[in-house]
């Protein structure tokens, strides 16, 4: 059907957003459909405060919340299991059940150096174009150059907010990317 009327979705996806943005005005709403399933984007565009809680005396309580706020990672809650004041959107599909991520998302370059022994810089991956994303206490870079098998994944984690952070990178070389290329 899609292929015979492909506005219909859009004009839909669009009257979504409508209503949501009209149900919580301190949000911008984007919404995708990927792989047959909604995926809704709430980017506040002032300061919100929430409550939010559990329903479950759950020992994994403690866990996803720290996982949701701290991490900045997508946390599965089912229908009714958590409660959220001051945050009608939320409120509406936290009701159902919702896979929810507290994030900050930002475009990030990542320059790799290579140095000799005496300190001297030779040489460098410049201009890596990536994502940084996470929360309070952890976040994390993915990015890499197109058309090169080499790919990057580094996690910044600190204890506690203001601490000094640890770094973990992963490089990853994938040479199927040169497959068929000069």
Same mark, same amino acid.
Request: glycine content about 10%.
């Given at each position: #059907?899609? $292929? ?6 859009? !004009?839909?996806? =669009? ?6 943005? !009209?149900?919580?005005? +301190? /949000?911008?709403?984007?919404? *995708?459909? !990927? *792989?047959?399933?909604?995926h809704y984007? /709430? ?5 919100? +405060?929430?409550?939010?809680? &559990?329903? %479950? ?11 949701? %706020? ?6 599965h809650f ?8 001051? #945050? ?13 991520? /507290? =994030? ?33 206490? *952890?976040? +994390?870079?993915?990015? $890499?150059?197109?058309?090169?098998? #080499?790919? &990057?994944?580094i996690t /910044? ?7 000094? @952070?640890?770094?973990?990178?992963? #490089? *990853? @070389?994938?040479?199927?990317? @040169? &497959?068929?290329?000069?």
């Amino acid at each position: #059907m899609t $292929d015979y009327r492909p506005g219909a979705i859009d !004009s839909a996806i =669009a009257a979504q957003k409508r209503r949501l943005e !009209s149900l919580d005005p +301190r /949000f911008d709403v984007d919404i *995708e459909i !990927s *792989e047959g399933k909604r995926h809704y984007h /709430f980017r506040a565009n002032t300061e919100v +405060r929430s409550k939010l809680r &559990f329903k %479950t005396q759950s020992g994994e309580d403690a866990t996803r919340l720290h996982h949701l %706020t701290e991490r900045g990672l997508p946390v599965h809650f089912g229908a009714g299991e958590v409660e959220i004041d001051d #945050m009608p959107l939320l409120r509406e599909k936290l009701s159902e059940g919702a896979t929810v991520q /507290f =994030a900050r998302r930002v475009p990030a370059t990542l320059s790799v150096y290579a140095w000799d022994n005496d300190g001297t810089q030779r040489d460098g991956i410049y201009g890596i174009v990536g994502q940084l994303e996470g929360g309070r206490t *952890e976040c +994390r870079y993915t990015g $890499d150059l197109e058309g090169c098998p #080499m790919t &990057f994944a580094i996690t /910044f984690r600190s204890e506690k907010q203001g601490q000094a @952070w640890s770094c973990h990178v992963d #490089m *990853e @070389w994938l040479p199927e990317r @040169w &497959f068929g290329r000069p």
